[in-house]
């Protein structure tokens, strides 16, 4: 395949991950009723992982060899997967889907920040001012919530903040070994890998007897494995492998309009005015950091 025709794909693809990103709040919240939120993580994570290997392996692929790209994958499945789901299955089952999307979609802004202070990387005016904005928008989300739910969203804002957390960590990790590794293999390991912490920790918290295995719960597990898990993470990691990484922040601005669309639309998710002028500062951040400061970054 030419070069041309990759960076043709490459923005479809890059919207198709952001749907599918979209998804998993709505999804998460709807599975809320059958299972603890910590076993519905965990069987994601196993039933992906086991999915994306069983695949790698049927079609041959190189299999991923030497102590350096192990360390990687692993620590990519313990801030990926582990830190990023432990985040994102509380944080769903606290706060709206819409408003858990916008806020999660901080990960450019939070990644901006570990580049700045552990890499030691310049930050320029506009992403500077972007982090700023970014920030007030979800304090004025956190202090805006009713008297009687304040705890319960603060709560589940540092849960998402957590995740976003471990997403950008593993993005810088992801795109240190991208092309040195097979795409299948290392998604599906650090998938499976970073499961463990959510076993035991669903192992100590919850029942495996609390499971109600209705069609529907097995429908929506399917999906978030699936289209939520596996599917988006080897496009994703494809995708690092035909752009950089700035380029491809650019669509995380998408997400958080996906978001609210899906959690207005299907689950009746209003936002309060002040939410939504916080809302709206998230947004013109993830725009300002990822939109135009890319198209300031020098070309090479």
Known sequence: MSLNTHLKLVSPAAIIVMMMWALCYPLIKLSLPFAPVMLTAFLRAILAGCVIVLIAHLTNRPFPKGCRLWAYITTIGLTATSLGLWGMFYAGSLIDPGLATVITNTQPLIAGILGWYFLKERMTTVPFIGTVIGFIGIVIISLNSPAHSEKQILLGI?????????????????KKIAGQVDVLFAMGFQLLIGAIPLGVLAYYTTSPDSINWKMDY??????????????????????????????????????????????????????TTIQWLGATLIIIAIFLVTVINGKTKPQH
Request: glycine share 8%.
């Open 158 to 174: 540092g849960f998402v903040l957590m995740a976003s957390a471990g997403v950008a960590v593993s993005n810088v990790l992801l």
């Open 218 to 271: 097995t429908l929506i597990l399917l999906a978030l494995a699936l289209f939520g898990t596996a599917l988006p993470f080897i496009l994703w990691f494809w995708l690092m492998q035909q752009a950089p990484l700035f380029k491809l922040n650019v669509y995380n601005f998408l997400t958080p309009l996906f978001g609210i669309y899906l959690g207005h639309t299907y689950f009746s998710e209003s936002l």
